[in-house]
């Protein structure tokens, strides 16, 4: 089954309702220019104590290297999402220097097919596609181009799928293109970072229910 990735908490509630839930990866946002950013203190207060199995991601946005370091490290981070213009060395370097089981996430943002090209220059764990949006990296509740990636070969079993995602359209995109994962934020919110425990609830169901039908 397609994996489930939340991101933009920044409540502890919501996050604690998320894991009742069965969601098992987090995303934290640490871009303050985002409505959902939290700050690595907050953050310490939205992670600690969480189960073991639970996936703690933190997303930024053209990091200065110390801060991404040092805040990977004392946040103790299972995952590192990098959804800005990072250069590939980056990437590399993240590989390099980072704990050993911590997976690197390269979001490419898809305003046309160009974004493809770019797959073949980093080499992340996974990568995530989002829809483009000239004021903002992400968490816009656009809808991605799917005409776009429908013409592109691409290597879903990499990728964590975003830009628009809901309960009321998950089981078509899962469809189309059967990603690693999904990622979901304003698609379950009530308001920007403060999610919606239904919402939550009924994404999972649906996704579900599509597995069930195709079984």
């Keep these: ?26 995303g934290i946002n640490f871009v303050s220019s985002s409505p959902r950013f939290v700050r690595v203190k907050e953050a310490k207060k939205l ?9 703690k991601v933190g997303v930024f946005v053209n990091p200065g290297e110390k801060f991404l ?9 299972e995952g590192v999402q990098l959804h800005g213009s990072e250069p590939p060395w980056l990437v590399k370097k993240l590989k390099e220097r980072l704990s050993s089981g911590i997976l690197v ?13 770019k797959i073949k220059a980093y080499k992340p764990d996974y990568f995530l596609l989002d829809s483009y949006s000239e004021k903002m990296y992400g968490g816009t509740g656009k809808s991605i181009d799917c005409g776009c990636l429908e013409s592109l070969e691409l290597p879903w079993n990499k990728i964590f799928l975003a830009g628009g995602i ?6 078509e995109m899962i469809s189309k293109f059967n990603p690693y994962a999904i990622d979901a934020a304003s698609g379950v919110e009530i308001a920007p970072g403060v999610k919606d ?17 195709a079984a």
Excluded at 1 to 26: H, N, P, W, Y
Excluded at 166 to 171: E, L
Excluded at 199 to 212: A, E, M, P, R, S
């Design 1 to 26: 089954m397609v994996r489930i990735k939340i991101c933009g908490f920044t409540r502890r509630q919501d996050i604690e309702d998320a894991v009742s839930l069965g969601v098992r990866i987090l």
């Design 47 to 55: 992670l600690e104590g969480l189960p073991r199995d639970i996936i």
């Design 69 to 77: 370091f040092e805040t990977a490290k004392v946040l103790n981070l």
């Design 105 to 117: 996430i390269k979001a490419l943002r898809v305003r046309n097919s160009e974004f493809a090209g």
């Design 166 to 171: 809901t309960p009321g359209n998950v089981k």
């Design 197 to 213: 425990r239904e919402k939550i609830k009924q994404l999972i169901q649906n996704i579900k229910g599509f597995y069930n039908d």
